[in-house]
């Protein structure tokens, strides 16, 4: 597993940006505790993190499967949902 997908993967497991629906790619969250959404700004900074650490990846050869989870158009997608909803 590369690490964006490690990030990703951590991150909708133990600290949900927001309750996503279900997608077979995105893992459940593990504690059943109620799901705080993030505010526009740490999901930004987020999508920075991914952003940058993806594009590393990308440079070296990421060693993951072709198939994994899309969490920067999964954050990207949440970003413009909020963005509209501000205006």
Do not use: S
Request: contains cysteine; charged residues 30%.
């Amino acid at each position: 597993m590369c690490v964006y997908c490690m990030i990703g993967d951590w991150q909708f497991r133990h600290d949900p940006p927001w309750n996503p629906p279900y997608h077979p790619l995105i893992p459940m969250p593990i504690n059943p505790t109620p799901i705080i959404p993030w505010d526009l700004q740490k999901l930004k900074e987020f999508e920075d993190l991914l952003r940058r650490v993806k594009e590393l990846e990308d440079k070296i050869g990421c060693p993951c499967e072709p198939n994994k989870a899309d969490y920067l158009g999964l954050l990207r997608e949440r970003i413009e949902e909020l963005e509209k909803r501000a205006k």
